[in-house]
């Protein structure tokens, strides 16, 4: 048996390292008091920022609302700001003739145009006229080679001479029963048939002089001396501007104003400051149901300096008032509801409904709603409501500028 051997690791005494655990429990047990006052002091210390936090912004509350106080304090000192007036200018309401017209525009026309063609062909020998020069009915314009019309007519008639001699000699020998009466009427109508060769030759050879058909100016020429123009060519344009004419398609509801004879006026910016008077000459019958328009046709007479194909602004008045009660037209309201203006009464812009009647030009006749002598807004309206308190300037009595419309609009915007 062998012996048994003891574990050097091994012994029943005390380790060595027991007094180094002693020292660590102690040291434990000394800072596990400090550890846990520590972890209930933070709660504390969180409790009291937050604290000082809600003071702050209390105090920051405190003193906003002490500063409010004293601006409603200052704004309170003389109660309710007063309104400050807004500069107008006014125009008075007065008694005027006003008329009633409808304005249109259209393109003048010439009725009486004809363009000059050629009735045969030919070689242009010689141009007689030129464009602008004033021609009348039958004047020749320009002549054509004519050699070989000429020599037709000259045929035709040596024709017509031979029967005409022949039909004498056959009368004679009718008379002494030598020939036939139906041999004597062959020759007859062999006379007649080249008479009319004959007229026609001649009427060709007059083709070669081109004449105008109507009196009037020459618009345009289209041939050259030396051209060859064919049948029908085209060769000189000529308008008749004596009388002229302007077209209007008039709405429907102008039905029952229009009338013939009733005076038109006429203003073309090819003449400036000159207005050209005329007359319906004829209305359509008919509306058209596409347009709802009816032609209204007016004359003009040519001289003056009206032209073909000019372009002007027409008016035509159909009634008219002697003493009727008018504003201007800028101190109307533009808005979409019923004709409105401002009148100034007590220092204050009143809107006032009206009813209006005939619009002449820059004025607009009041049916209702207004005096003679009320003033009315007819600048810085858009600055102004219902009740605001104006001031009344204009003619030199204030140096204050008064905003335009479009100004007023502007700073609203902003």
């Known amino acids: 048996m062998k012996p048994i051997r003891s574990n050097p690791n091994h012994s029943d005494a005390t380790p060595p390292s027991a007094p ?3 020292r660590r429990s102690l040291a434990l047990s000394i800072l596990a008091p400090a550890m846990i006052a520590l972890v209930l002091a933070l709660p504390a210390c969180k409790g009291g920022g937050s604290a000082d936090a809600k003071a702050s912004q209390a105090s920051s509350k405190s003193d906003d609302k002490d500063s409010k106080d004293k601006d409603v304090a200052k704004d309170g000192k003389d109660g309710k700001k007063e309104d400050t007036a807004v500069p ?9 003739p006003v008329a009633a017209s409808y304005s249109g525009t259209a393109s003048l026309d010439a009725p009486g145009e004809a363009q000059v063609v050629s009735k045969t062909s030919g070689i242009v020998l010689q141009i007689l006229t030129e464009e602008g020069q004033r021609v009348s009915k039958g004047q020749v314009l320009a002549r054509l080679d004519s050699e070989h019309q000429r020599l037709q007519v000259e045929q035709a008639a040596s024709a017509v001479r031979k029967l005409e001699s022949n039909y004498e000699r056959s009368q004679k020998m009718v008379a002494a029963k030598l020939v036939s009466t139906e041999a004597n009427d062959q020759i007859r109508y062999d006379l007649e048939s080249a008479r009319a ?5 001649q009427l060709e050879l007059s083709y070669t002089s081109i004449t105008a058909p109507i009196s009037g100016v020459v618009a345009q020429r289209m041939v050259k001396q030396g051209n060859l123009i064919a049948l029908n060519a085209p060769l000189f344009r000529i308008v008749d ?3 002229l004419e302007a077209v209007l398609n008039v709405p ?7 009338k013939p004879g009733l005076v038109v006026t006429m203003q073309v910016d090819a003449v400036a400051g000159k207005q050209f008077s005329g007359k319906i000459d004829r209305i359509s019958p008919v509306v058209d149901s596409g347009s709802g328009t009816f032609r209204v046709v007016c004359a003009f007479t040519g001289d003056g300096g009206l032209k073909p194909g000019m372009f002007g602004r027409i008016g035509i008045v159909y009634d008219s008032r002697t003493n009727a009660l008018t504003i201007p037209r800028v101190a109307l309201l533009e808005d979409e509801g019923e004709p409105a203006a401002y009148a100034v009464r007590d220092g204050k812009a009143v809107r006032v409904s009206l009813k209006l009647g005939y619009v002449d030009g820059e004025v607009a006749e009041v049916r209702s709603g207004l005096s003679e002598g009320d003033s009315v807004v007819t600048a810085g309206k858009v600055a102004i409501r219902d009740g605001a308190k104006v001031q009344v300037i204009g003619g030199g009595g204030s140096a204050m500028k008064v905003p335009t419309d479009a100004e007023a ?4 915007k902003h």
């Open 197 to 201: 060769t004959l007229n026609i030759a």
């Open 20 to 22: 180094g655990t002693f």
């Open 88 to 96: 107008v200018e006014v125009a008075k309401v007065s008694r005027r």
């Open 409 to 412: 609009q502007a700073v609203a």
């Open 241 to 243: 501007d004596s009388r």
């Open 252 to 258: 429907e509801r102008e039905l029952a104003t229009m």
